[in-house]
Structure formats: structure tokens, C-alpha cells
């Protein structure tokens, strides 16, 4: 299925399209030798948004929670995938612990912890499911809504691994942000592997350091191909801390938004797109603090954080901070699925594309976040996993066509994952 793109401006889109299918072996030689240098995180989600003259990721997620959305098509792309990875990390490995985030046990995220087991079970290794809350003493059974259930055990830690009782796992499978911090369960496990490793966690991670690696990523990638990395490129910035139980960060955030309105308004220009530019503002520690702040003017954003204030002392919090707040360039998505707005979100395990979905929202609009409650996910193409890239096919007419492009724009955002990580990995810095 490929959405309908409403708007006028599809054209550099659909060039893109086309001069990514023509340098097709360029492209797949240029990821090989990348992958010869760098680890690939071990899986990611990348939402990617088509704005009809841009497409570019707007966040990326290394502990990726919807793999419900996956269809049964796509799984097998998923098994091999994860066979490689596992294959390359630990070939003997027999048992694996998945951990789950413990403070998300919605229907929904657990029919993806489901999905992951499966996946794992069938790439030839027995998976069991592992719980990090305190408050869990023993074997717990939880229902699914289709009478299936899931069965999580208490984390035990034995000198330098953990494992269940009776489970002694060579590999340790997070799908959890860490947002709390690090349990101390999870420090210094020398004798097993952690995947992803703990600096992936948001106690360390920044979206800063991860868009600063997508746009060294994006530079490379449009000089192989000839054209200006702002077309799959968000321009942003680190605005630093925000602390709104004072005026702490205000002003640094405030010349910003003013920044990068201006470089994208010159850009607006250069390619006679007739729209006025926004900015997106928000915490780029992991947390929600702030939540999604959408600005056009500067003069705005006293406004935003006043009502933010007075959001928190209604509801008896203390006003929002972050560690980091990031100012992005607003993508639009015009793509329309039965006439709602729509997003791509892909997914890869290692190196590999293995599926994605459209998040679908009908009650907001082109320049607002889909990532909220209301959503709907209609899966992508990548259900037509059998139907590779056709070359010669009008651009914009060709499911696979339209798929590869998102599936190459998410591995690099996964590659920057790889950088970023590298960039942030503590034993790096003890080796120089």
C-alpha cells in the first residue's frame, strides 16, 4: 500500500525515489562497507515522515516496543535477522533472558513482547521472560486478551549473571529505555552479553548526540549520491537544560528556535516551497517532560512554557525539567491513509529491514505529533516482503519502490544509532 501524498510539492520526493533505485548497487556496497566498520545496534524503530520535498527520521527508538505490528508476512524476515545478529554475537548461544519494561504492561505492548519471543524461539533459542520489579517474588502469569498468556519470573543475580531460577542465559535480551536508571542487577555482567549494551539506555543517551551522528551520516550518504542532505536531513539544535520552576534555559532555547527557523526558512526558499517553517521542541533526554512543543514564531514559546507551569500546578507536580532540550525542524507528513494522517515507522534487528507499519491519526493534523493516544497502525508494504524493488516503475506508483526508500532513510538513521553508540560506549574511552 502506498498512502496518497497530498501535496503539490511530490516532485523532489519522488526524484529522490528514483536516484535512490538507479544507484541501488552504489547504495547497498556504501551500508556493506559501513557494516564492515561499525556494529549495527542490535534493533531499532525509526519514524520516518514524507513531507514531499524531505524525508527524514524525526526519532529513533533502540528498544523499539511495537512488534505487534508486524505481520505474520513480515516474520520470517524478522527470524533470519535475528538468527544473523545472534549468530554473530554469541554462535553457541542456547538461552536467552528477555526483559521487559516493567512499568509498561498494556495489552498492547505485551502481544509485542509475544512477537519477540516468537522471533527469538524460532531463530533456536529458548526465551524466557525476566522481570526487573522488586515487588515481583515469584512466577507471574499474565492474560492476554486473546486467551493466550505470558509468563514473567523474577530477575536473580548470582555473582557476575543473572538468569531465573532453573535459566542460566548466555545472552540478556533489554527491551526496556532504562529511563529510571540502571538496576543494579544489570551492572557488571562480564560474563554474559547485553543486548543492547546499558549506555543505550536513556541514563546515558542523548538525541542530540544521535541527530549529531544522523547528519554526519546524511552528508556522507547525499555525496554519494550526489544531491543536498537537507532532503532527508532534520536541521537541529541542543538548547541545553530547561528548568521551568525558574527561568533556567529559557533564553538559550528562545535564540534556538529563532536559528533554526531562520536556516530553514532560507532552505524553504532555495527549493520555492511555500509554507512557514516550525520547530519542534522537546526533551532530548528520554523523558516526556516537556512533551511536543510545535512553534512558528519565538514570540510563542513564553506562552507554551507559561501553560506547561500552570499544567503541572494544576496537577500538583512540580514544573518540568530536562537534562536536554532539543530544538528539530518540523517535517509535515503529507501522506493521507483513508483520508487520516499518517507516518511510517520502520523496523530492523541488526543490519536488517524486517517490517514496519503506518501510524495513523484522524484527529490531528500534518504538523502534529501521531505518536499519541487515538492512533491506529496499518502495516506497510513490507508485507509484500517477496516483491523487491522495481526499477522502471513511475516513482510514487510502487509499493516496493516507496518501501525500499523509507527502508534505506531508517538504516541510516540506524547506522547514526551505530555511531552514537560507539561514540558513548564507556569501555572506548577506558582503551584511549
Not at 235 to 249: E, I, K, R, T
Not at 268 to 275: D, P
Not at 300 to 308: G, Q, T
Not at 318 to 343: K, S
Request: proline share 9%; charged share 25%.
Amino acid at each position: 500500500m502506498v498512502p496518497h501524498l497530498v501535496t503539490a510539492l511530490s516532485g523532489p520526493i519522488n526524484e529522490l525515489e528514483q536516484r535512490i533505485l538507479e544507484s541501488m548497487p552504489a547504495i547497498e556496497r556504501w551500508f556493506r562497507l559501513e557494516w564492515m566498520e561499525h556494529t549495527p545496534a542490535f534493533y531499532c524503530s525509526v519514524d520516518v515522515r514524507n513531507a514531499g520535498y524531505k524525508l527524514a527520521p524525526v526519532a529513533s527508538s533502540l528498544f523499539p516496543a511495537g512488534f505487534a505490528n508486524l505481520t505474520p508476512e513480515m516474520l520470517p524476515l524478522a527470524v533470519q535477522a535475528a538468527m544473523a545478529a545472534i549468530e554473530k554475537i554469541c554462535p553457541e548461544a542456547r538461552n536467552l533472558l528477555l526483559i521487559p519494561d516493567r512499568h509498561d504492561l498494556n495489552p498492547f505492548y505485551l502481544f509485542g513482547v509475544r512477537t519477540l519471543v516468537q522471533v527469538f524461539h524460532q531463530a533456536g533459542l529458548n526465551v524466557r521472560l525476566g522481570s526487573l520489579d522488586p515487588a515481583l517474588k515469584a512466577p507471574t502469569r499474565l492474560a492476554l486478551p486473546d486467551g493466550d498468556e505470558l509468563v514473567f519470573e523474577p530477575v536473580l543475580r548470582q555473582r557476575g549473571r543473572i538468569g531465573l531460577k532453573d535459566f542460566d542465559p548466555c545472552t540478556v535480551l533489554l527491551n526496556t529505555g532504562l529511563h529510571e536508571g540502571i538496576p543494579d542487577k544489570l551492572h557488571s555482567l562480564h560474563e554474559q552479553y547485553l543486548l543492547p549494551p546499558l549506555h543505550a539506555g536513556w541514563t546515558v543517551r542523548r538525541k542530540s548526540r544521535h541527530f549529531q551522528s544522523y547528519e554526519e551520516v546524511a552528508k556522507r550518504f547525499a555525496k554519494l549520491l550526489g544531491m543536498d542532505p537537507w532532503l532527508i536531513h532534520p536541521m537541529f539544535a541542543n538548547a541545553g537544560p530547561l528548568d521551568l520552576s525558574g527561568d533556567d534555559g529559557i533564553e538559550p532555547l528562545r535564540a534556538h528556535v529563532e536559528a533554526i527557523l531562520g536556516k530553514v526558512r532560507r532552505k524553504y526558499k532555495e527549493y520555492g516551497i511555500g509554507e512557514k517553517p516550525f520547530v519542534l521542541v522537546k526533551a532530548g533526554d528520554g523523558s516526556h517532560a516537556i512533551g511536543w512543543i510545535s512553534l512558528r514564531d519565538p514570540r510563542d514559546l513564553d506562552e507554551a512554557l507559561r501553560r506547561l507551569r500552570d499544567e503541572a500546578v494544576a496537577a500538583g507536580r512540580p514544573p518540568p525539567r530536562a537534562h536536554e532540550i532539543i530544538v528539530q525542524e518540523g517535517v509535515p507528513t503529507y501522506e493521507r491513509i483513508n483520508g487520516a494522517v499518517a507516518e511510517p515507522v520502520v523496523y530492523t534487528i541488526d543490519r536488517y529491514v524486517v517490517g514496519g507499519f503506518y501510524r495513523v491519526h484522524a484527529g490531528v493534523g500534518i504538523y502534529d505529533s501521531l505518536n499519541a493516544p487515538g492512533s491506529m497502525y496499518v502495516p506497510l508494504a513490507f508485507a509484500e516482503s517477496n516483491h523487491l524493488p522495481r526499477p522502471g516503475v513511475k516513482p510514487g506508483a510502487s509499493a516496493p519502490n516507496r518501501f525500499y526508500m523509507y527502508g534505506v532513510i531508517a538504516r541510516l538513521a540506524m547506522l547514526a544509532a551505530s555511531y552514537e553508540l560507539e561514540a558513548t560506549d564507556p569501555e572506548a574511552e577506558v582503551d584511549e
